[in-house]
């Protein structure tokens, strides 16, 4: 199924959730002096113009990174990641989005790699517009990601973060991403991985985290942001979350500073709130 768009949703709360912790968890990669490979298994367009096309139709930006954009009291963790939206936007208005395959090349040192996979026809030619000039440093891919990081997992310098974030359009995406962190676990036990999931009320969506602290891996971290109460008719997405299979150990402080900021900022009713979850070594 390939009727997903994300520029409809681009810069919307679960964007802010998603791309922060994903800036949070490269920066600490970044500290070691050994290279990463960031892999990104849905990657998109890798970029959205917010005034024009699709996410100006409805406009969830509004409700997400544009309630940050003037604010003068960020915690250091959005501080780190309105900065990067910023670089994209150098006149200081907000006028474009950065996907997560941007944010990570804004953060990540030259020398390290990106492997990006996009099905969607018209997302990849987009993607290789934004990316294609760096054939050295990004490598793109038009496939299944859930297939294609079997081929590449470990990466060589057996450091990274892969980084799961389907549309969930197709129930099955819910087992697809479990078998796919089973089989990346086998071949990169030590890897980071993130999984971006939307807050539904559907079987699945309530499933999924607590298959993903069944998998093998020496720690999770659980971080959930819901900006409103669930809807009386069982329909929308009222949040979305972040489930990190070996998360930095400095990631749930953070965490703890970001999300009750996030709650107050981007909450839309009384009923806004957040979940923080941590389990094995962590």
């Keep these: 199924m390939l009727s997903y768009r994300h520029a409809f949703h681009a810069g919307n709360h679960a964007d802010v959730l998603k791309h922060l912790i994903e800036i949070a968890v490269l920066d600490y990669l970044g500290q070691k002096d050994k290279p990463y490979w960031y892999i990104d298994t849905h990657a998109g367009a890798g970029g959205y113009a917010l005034h024009e096309g699709y ?12 309630r940050l954009w003037e604010r003068s009291d ?9 900065d990067v939206v910023r670089e994209m936007n150098p006149d200081g208005e907000l006028r474009f989005y950065p996907g997560s395959p941007w944010c990570a090349a804004a953060v990540m040192p030259q020398s390290d ?15 290789e517009q934004n990316f294609g000039g760096q054939p050295r440093r990004t490598q793109l891919q ?3 990601g859930f297939e294609g990081i079997k081929a590449i997992l470990p990466p060589p310098p ?18 697809h991403v479990v078998t796919a962190l089973k089989e990346g676990l086998k071949r990169f036990a030590t890897g980071i991985y ?19 602290k069944k998998l093998p891996a020496k720690s999770w971290l659980r971080a959930e942001l819901h900006v409103q109460a669930p809807s009386a008719d069982g329909f929308g997405m009222y949040g979305s979350g972040m489930f990190l299979l070996n998360p930095p150990w400095t990631l749930p402080a953070t965490l703890k500073e970001v999300l009750p900021y996030l709650v107050e900022q981007l909450g839309q009713d009384a009923k806004a ?10």
């Design 55 to 66: 996410a100006a139709k409805n406009a969830e930006y509004l409700s997400g990174i544009a």
């Design 74 to 82: 960020l915690p250091p963790a959005v501080a780190a990641y309105v």
């Design 158 to 175: 057996r450091r990274g973060l892969v980084l799961i974030d389907p549309p969930y359009e197709d129930k099955r995406d819910y087992q």
């Design 142 to 144: 038009q496939a299944n």
């Design 273 to 282: 709130s957040f979940i923080l979850e941590t389990g094995g070594d962590l």
């Design 113 to 127: 790699k990106l492997r990006l996979f996009e099905l969607h026809p018209t997302d990849f030619q987009l993607l």
């Design 194 to 212: 993130a999984v971006w999931y939307p807050c539904l009320q559907r079987a699945e969506m309530k499933e999924l985290p607590k298959e993903l």
